[in-house]
């Protein structure tokens, strides 16, 4: 079992470092698809985010500004050690969230949303998120909206 957990962290770790290196062509569809996330869910920032151990990448971004960010201080985080999404309505009525960096600070985070980006093996290498410096209602169709974009970047990443 030992083993198979080993197998399976350095095919996602395998799969991530992929995707930190630099391909245009990729890089500009994932552009492609936060654009859409932000145009169909009316939530002005969206971004993909590939999440190692240690850091926080955003791969593509729309009117969304941090390039990078620890683990520890990702927002995203709080998804993949989760239960796969997350909905924040209004950071400063989250007491995980309220006091932290990126809400008290630059990029001002008063709306998150995101889901995970889960390859066909089953690892996750991300994040597809939405945000706005403004608190936003957001329902379960909204929701079941983001996780489909979000299956269809990671059937994307797979292709």
């Not at 395998?14 to 391909?23: E, G, I, M, S």
């Not at 989760?82 to 809400?103: C, I, M, Q």
Request: one cysteine or more.
């Amino acid at each position: 079992m030992h083993n198979e957990q080993n197998g399976r962290d350095e095919k996602r770790l395998n799969a991530v470092k992929a995707l930190l290196t630099p391909d245009e062509a990729r890089d500009e569809v994932l552009e492609k698809f936060v654009h859409l996330a932000s145009q169909v869910l009316g939530i002005s920032g969206s971004f993909i985010s590939i999440i190692n151990d240690h850091n926080q990448y955003i791969k593509a971004s729309r009117n969304f500004d941090l390039k990078q960010s620890t683990r520890d201080e990702s927002l995203c985080r709080h998804v993949i050690d989760g239960e796969g999404h997350l909905v924040v309505v209004d950071t400063l009525l989250d007491s995980r969230f309220a006091v932290h960096p990126f809400v008290e600070g630059e990029p001002h985070i008063r709306f998150y949303a995101g889901v995970s980006l889960e390859n066909l093996d089953g690892a996750v290498l991300g994040t597809l998120c939405v945000t706005d410096t403004q608190p936003h209602s957001f329902c379960s169709e909204k929701l079941d909206t983001l996780k489909l974009l979000a299956r269809l970047v990671t059937s994307f990443l797979d292709a």
